[in-house]
């Protein structure tokens, strides 16, 4: 049984910066891909950031140059620092992996920006 379990979330002033960890654990072989989704309050989930085994990323426009995604792959875990948040970053972050062609969820970390 894997699974992934997301931790860092919580209160953030604009301007400032968390960072949210997620790791897996469970009969992990390999791990293809790692990332991090969202979903604001009344908007659908939307892809922030994955990077691949091999470390290469992948970032939506709006958080290119604000977030940045890394993994620690002896650790099966993987970060997103956020850095210059913004109230719009509001949302409940929700870690994502390809793990040996399944895909994974954890139940989500929230993030609450404040101005």
């Known amino acids: 049984q894997v699974q992934l379990v997301e931790s860092g979330g919580g209160l953030g002033q604009a301007g400032k910066s968390l960072r949210l960890s997620c790791a897996a654990s469970?009969?992990?072989?390999?791990?293809?891909?790692m990332g991090w989704y969202r979903q604001a309050p009344g908007k659908q989930r939307e892809l922030v950031a994955a990077?691949?085994?091999?470390?290469?990323?992948n970032y939506a426009d709006s958080m290119k140059g604000r977030f940045t995604i890394s993994r620690d792959n002896a650790k099966n875990t993987v970060y997103l620092q956020m850095n210059s948040l913004k109230p719009e970053d509001t949302a409940v972050y929700y870690c994502?992996?390809?793990?040996?062609?399944?895909?994974?969820w954890g139940k989500g970390t929230l993030v609450t920006v404040s101005s």
């Open positions: 990077v691949t085994s091999g470390g290469s990323t």
């Open positions: 994502a992996a390809e793990i040996e062609g399944m895909h994974y």
């Open positions: 469970g009969s992990i072989f390999s791990i293809n891909v």
